[in-house]
């Protein structure tokens, strides 16, 4: 992502928090794994969606009123001792240099410097409850500002959620957001590919999910959530992550599994036979929901509501569900009822961006959002059947989800994820080899 990107992001935001506000955002928290060994670091996404700058400690501070609206970078000082150790760090230098702040200090004097850059401002732009410790910083700060009141200090008098403005901004995707879309994408169908040609019977779980691992690693990203990779009852576990289980002929291997790609994901499931046939039951089943999965993709449209193509993939489940004999009564009463919850029991989407499960509202007021261009949601119906003894054994254990990446144009949907197959007999003649 260009610099100008980043810069363009906090002219837009500072242009709607308006010369009297004050924007603070903290850099994510390096997070404990286990005794000293940390989790990989990972910048916050509100945080590197303004600045692009990874690096922890970190504190971004945007002054709309100042001339020219400045962009103040708190980050941590070069040490070479430290540098040795942890790798390089941009430094004061390097923050005003490539970052394109206006002005930099350590992190360390933050607390001489930032209740002055608060004091004129009449509103600060913060997102409480995210980083508790921060929150009592901030609280910190504007009592310094309180205690000085009796000597004309200002202090301000309302806080904002910034998280309002800045996730409205995050749910309209630039072009730029969009390439990397597109190849967070391609990386994570490549994937799934290279996991449709190894799938066999007696491979386990985990064989396949290392498949994921190899593919993006290779192209520089990194799992954007915890794959799951099930197969025969597993597949009817939505949030399965073990991953442990050997491959059985017979059963169906259902894998979501996407990438983090240069800070934006992709979220893809497809769902196959392990012997690279679909049994008559577990075809039925499938058809039902790729034509669900159409049908919703179908009217990820500009103008359409976002209920829309999850309504349109209720109503293509329900009649499919009737048509196998497993519902029984009219269509409408069925949906009226919600029936077909028994069997798909989550909604058919989600926003999609820097983070899988994306920022931005679903509903304006008590009305679904429309959909517009540039917004970016998954399309991922599913029919979960497991073993019962009302239910035909035919059925048992047929898990079905079918998931892909939907940009809304102002034409036709456009799906990011379109390179993977998704048809059965297309499955069938990739796992053919
Ligand atoms: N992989 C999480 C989801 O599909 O929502
Ligand atoms: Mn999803
Ligand atoms: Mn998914």
Redesign the pocket.
């Known amino acids: 992502m260009k610099a100008e990107e980043f810069s363009r992001r906090r002219e837009q935001l500072m242009s709607m928090v308006g010369s009297d506000g004050i924007v603070i955002l903290p850099a994510a928290p390096i997070r404990r794994r286990s005794r000293d060994v940390e989790y990989r670091y990972r910048q916050d996404s509100d945080f590197y969606y303004l600045t692009g700058f990874a690096e922890p400690d970190s504190v971004a501070v945007l002054l709309p009123g100042t001339r020219g609206g400045r962009f103040v970078l708190f980050c941590r000082e070069r040490n070479k001792d430290k540098e040795l150790w942890d790798g390089s760090r941009a430094g004061q230098e390097g923050a005003t240099e490539e970052y394109g702040a206006d002005d930099a200090f350590p992190v360390d004097d933050i607390d001489d410097i930032l209740p002055g850059l608060i004091e004129p401002c009449s509103r600060v732009y913060y997102t409480m409850g995210m980083y508790t410790d921060f929150d009592a910083r901030i609280g910190e700060w504007i009592n310094s500002l309180r205690s000085g009141g009796s000597r004309g200090v200002h202090t301000p008098h309302e806080f904002v959620a910034l998280d309002h403005l800045l996730h409205d901004m995050r749910l309209f995707k630039s072009r730029a957001e969009i390439s990397t879309m597109r190849r967070s994408a391609k990386v994570a169908v490549k994937a799934h590919e290279r996991a449709m040609a190894v799938t066999r019977p007696g491979l386990y779980e985990y064989e396949v999910e290392a498949e994921f691992c190899h593919e993006f690693r290779r192209n520089n990203a990194w799992i954007s959530?915890s794959p799951?990779v099930g197969s025969g009852k597993n597949t009817c576990t939505l949030h399965y992550v073990e991953n442990n289980c050997r491959l059985a002929d017979g059963d169906l291997l259902l894998i979501?599994a996407g990438c983090e790609l240069d800070y934006y994901a992709s979220?893809i499931?497809r769902t196959l036979p392990v012997n690279g046939h679909f049994s008559a039951a577990q075809r039925a089943v499938y058809e039902i929901v790729l034509e669900a999965q159409l049908a919703a993709i179908e009217l990820t449209r500009s103008g359409r509501h976002w209920n829309e193509p999850h309504d349109a993939a209720v109503r293509v489940i329900t009649r499919g569900l009737k048509k196998l004999g497993l519902l029984e009564g009219s269509l409408k009463r069925l949906i009226d009822d919600a029936a077909y919850q028994q069997f798909f029991m989550h909604r058919t989407g989600?926003w999609l961006g820097m983070d899988?499960?994306d920022v931005g509202d679903y509903k304006v007021g008590d009305q679904w959002r429309l959909l517009e261009p540039g917004m970016v949601t998954?399309v991922?119906p599913g029919l979960y059947i497991a073993a019962a003894s009302n239910i035909p054994s035919r059925f048992h254990n047929i898990g079905v989800r079918i998931?892909d990446d939907v940009l809304v144009t102002s034409g036709d949907p456009d799906v990011l994820s379109k390179g993977l197959v998704k048809e059965p007999d297309a499955i069938e003649a990739l796992m053919a080899g």
């Open positions: 959530y799951i979501d979220d499931t989600h899988v499960h998954t991922e998931e």
